[in-house]
């Protein structure tokens, strides 16, 4: 070979040597959203009753290491105080989301509902973008009640003897009592016209100036009630009883409240939170020898 040529060809290998780039070629790097959300219709959750669980969910599977992630919390609840937290912290390969769960601590404190604030933060993913639904708002509803009545003395007493109630109201009215209850499906229905089927004291009388009148009422219940678990409260912001309380099967619908309030003597203002008792000696209600009374529209 001609030295020219071999001069030649080995410029032709050095120069394919050094613009060799075999090796240094990125992965393809898959990015995720995540967002958190709650197993729960609710987000509230009362003092005594137990758990919530919540889930951190990614918008496809994840096809690599566990992804870890942070849980940071704030409000006006306390942690390990009011509530405690457990559960998973990392997302696995191969799935696309991880629960955890938050306990209310059942305590005896008298004090206002609280709030906690769960935020989602991926610190250490630089892949995992957090969406809108980043975080949620739990309230926790305390139980508590404080004892308002230490100290106080009872001042009325129940008189279980009915056998002073002489009048017939189905006889005054001429009108039977009505009840009846039927079930279809998840729904209860109660018909009833709030006659009663026993004998009453007398109405108008001295402390009630109302007169018993048929009142035709459907009611339509859930044939498999569960407790709620937020607390609802017995008047609406005027001070009048939100619902009735329950129906007897003698037809006698109940008032969860008398409309009798405390009255403040500076504002001459109503303290809806404080009503008297029906048997209190305090007032007047007109109630006869079966310890009830008769509502301005004749219920």
């Known amino acids: 070979m001609k030295k020219d040529s071999l001069l030649l060809l080995l410029v032709i290998l050095l120069t394919t040597s050094c613009s060799s780039d075999e090796g240094n070629s990125d992965p393809m790097v898959i990015t995720y959203t995540a967002s958190i959300t709650s197993a729960s219709s609710t987000t509230s ?46 997302i696995d390969d191969g799935s696309t989301s991880a629960s955890f769960t938050l306990s209310a601590t059942d305590d005896s404190d008298v004090e206002s509902d609280e709030e906690v604030v769960i935020t989602l933060v991926f610190a250490g993913s630089t892949n995992v973008t957090v969406g809108s639904s980043s975080s949620l708002t739990v309230t926790i509803i305390d139980d508590d009640m404080t004892d308002a009545c230490v100290g106080t003395v009872d001042t ?62 459907t009611f339509v219940i859930n044939a498999n009630p569960s407790k709620n678990n937020n607390v609802t409260s017995l008047t609406t912001s005027n001070g009048q009883p939100r619902y009735w309380f329950g129906i007897l099967d003698n037809s006698v619908i109940l008032a969860p409240i008398a409309n009798e309030f405390f009255t403040n003597t500076s504002t001459g203002e109503n303290n809806t939170d404080w009503n008297e008792n029906a048997l209190s000696t305090n007032i007047s209600l007109g109630t006869d020898c079966n310890n009830s009374h008769v509502f301005p529209t004749g219920r």
């Open 45 to 90: 959750l009362s003092e005594n009753s137990g758990s919530t669980t919540f889930t951190v969910m990614l918008d496809k599977t994840n096809e690599g290491d566990a992804i870890p992630f942070e849980l940071s919390f704030s409000g006006t609840a306390t942690e390990d105080v009011d509530y405690s937290v457990s559960g998973a912290t990392t």
């Open 156 to 217: 009325y007493s129940i008189d279980m003897d009915a056998s002073g109630c002489t009048e017939s109201a189905e006889s005054d009215l001429g009108v039977n009592s009505v009840y009846t209850v039927s079930v279809s499906g998840n729904d209860r229905t109660i018909v009833s016209n709030s006659i009663p089927d026993h004998n009453v004291g007398m109405f108008p009388n001295s402390g009630n100036p109302n007169t018993i009148s048929v009142q035709d009422k």
